[in-house]
């Protein structure tokens, strides 16, 4: 690959007015050691791994500050991981899968990590180029077994009510609409999302990333336990552990969840399968049982993530602080809701706990309003009478009083849930499920 990104890089480096010089002059001393690092790597490629210390290092402060204060060592990271992504496939460097699969295995960690500020457009159009000349898309082997029978799952009582089905969808998110969850079934917007289809084929969702990707998943059946964990793995390897139309699940070990994940962002190709339902662009008053509500501080005041796991996978009880549209695109996936107002009874964890815990042990938890990160330890979703009643004598409160406010549904694909701000909700995914949730 030719070094002319190289040496844009570096101009922009020495520009002291470019905007991520700007902010880059803000890591200080850092920045300069940085900026003689990469114009050293330019002329000696082979010593790409003085990028590492500057990952490592930038890595750490991030882990430190909250996204507002971080800004400059997001970049460092990001431009960290180009460089060293740049040096890996460049011509001075033999031209081998296991360069370009490192190359495109650091851009990645960019967008996932750091958020690649000002420089998304570049690292997709570098991963294309890495793809397109240096690796080949490869079918996935598909598992010898057969599909297992599935054993009913246990009905929960933790919940007396249905979310009502609105049909016709109203014209006006107006303040009635505001107050309380809702669904829309088979919603005729969604209904013509190309996702529906197409996100339900594996040689799909591999062919639209292209190889060498990485994604953040979840390791773990619950958050709340001390064995889960998250890390970075194959997208293509993730996808083999789901159950799929004619490409049964690889037999694993753990269970493995990419949950709340901006997908779309790293795999742009994905957004023309969707659409924004108009109705989070409505800028609905806050609701009464959470008078403090603010929409999301970003430019589009709108947060996009995605769910994909196995059957089985959960999400506890949990709050958040913004409307949330929630499409359900492959798969069903149960969902149980209960109002502000029984957050006494949730017996959410300690406050004084969880504000010294390490956040990122809890996906549930949201940066932008930390007192929101609130996670239930009841179990809404046991596995069986005896975990039922042993949540009974654990949490005698929330079985007294809860369930008579609970309300559930079961979304298959096509279906939109809407719920509003400080509602407790938990979910459950019946097979195979692709969800995407819109925060506004």
Same mark, same amino acid.
């Given at each position: 690959m030719s070094l002319e990104f190289f040496d844009q890089l570096l101009a922009e480096l020495s520009d002291e007015s470019h905007p991520c010089t700007v902010d880059l002059r803000r890591c200080g001393s850092a920045y300069f050691e940085f900026y003689a690092a990469a114009r050293s790597l330019r002329d000696n490629v082979d010593s790409r791994s003085s990028m590492k210390p500057f990952i490592d290092r930038a890595y750490r402060e991030m882990s430190l500050l909250p996204p507002s204060e971080s800004i400059c060592w997001r970049r460092l990271y990001t431009d960290a991981c180009l460089f060293c992504a740049v040096s890996e496939v460049s011509d001075s460097v033999q031209d081998d899968d296991a360069a370009a699969i490192e190359a495109v295995a650091a851009l990645d960690r960019a967008i996932i990590i750091a958020g690649a500020p000002g420089r998304l457009d570049s690292i997709h159009q570098l991963i294309k180029d890495i793809q397109d000349n240096h690796l080949t898309l490869k079918s996935l082997k598909a598992s010898s077994g057969h599909k297992q029978s599935l054993t009913q799952m246990y009905h929960?009582?933790?919940?007396?009510l249905n979310v009502p089905c609105i049909h016709p969808p109203p014209n006006v998110f107006g303040r009635e609409w505001s107050q309380k969850p809702f669904v829309l079934q088979r919603y005729g917007y969604v209904q013509g999302w190309r996702a529906l289809s197409s996100w339900a084929?594996? $040689?799909?969702l591999c062919a639209v990333a292209g190889p060498g990707r990485l994604v953040p998943v979840e390791v773990g059946k619950d958050y709340r336990t001390e064995e889960w964990t998250q890390r970075l793995m194959s997208w293509d390897s993730f996808l083999q552990s789901l159950d799929f139309p004619e490409h049964p699940a690889q037999p694993q070990n753990e269970v493995l969840?990419?949950?709340?994940?901006?997908?779309?962002?790293?795999?742009p190709a994905l957004e023309g399968d969707i659409g924004i339902p108009e109705y989070v662009y409505a800028c609905p008053d806050p609701p009464s049982c959470?008078?403090?509500?603010?929409?999301?501080?970003n430019t589009d005041g709108l947060v996009i993530n995605v769910w994909l796991g196995p059957r089985?996978?959960?999400?506890p009880a949990h709050t958040d602080p913004f409307f949330n549209c929630y499409a359900q695109v492959v798969g069903r996936k149960t969902v149980w809701l209960a109002?502000?107002?029984?957050? $006494?009874l949730m017996y959410p964890f300690d406050t004084s706990i969880s504000d010294t815990a390490d956040k990122s042990h809890n996906p549930a938890a949201n940066a932008t309003e930390p007192s929101m990160c609130n996670t239930s330890r009841v179990d809404v979703f046991p596995d069986s009478a005896e975990a039922e009643q042993?949540?009974?004598?654990?949490?005698?409160?929330?079985?007294?009083?809860?369930?008579?406010?609970a309300m559930c549904v079961t979304l298959a694909p096509g279906d939109v849930l809407f719920f509003p701000p400080g509602w407790w909700h938990a979910m459950r995914s019946e097979e195979t499920s692709f969800s995407v949730s819109m925060w506004f």
């Open positions: 929960s009582s933790a919940f007396s084929s594996i $040689d799909y969840y990419l949950a709340q994940h901006n997908l779309l962002m790293q795999f959470y008078p403090a509500y603010k929409p999301p501080g089985g996978t959960i999400s109002p502000p107002n029984v957050s $006494d042993a949540s009974r004598d654990a949490f005698p409160e929330f079985w007294k009083e809860v369930p008579q406010k």
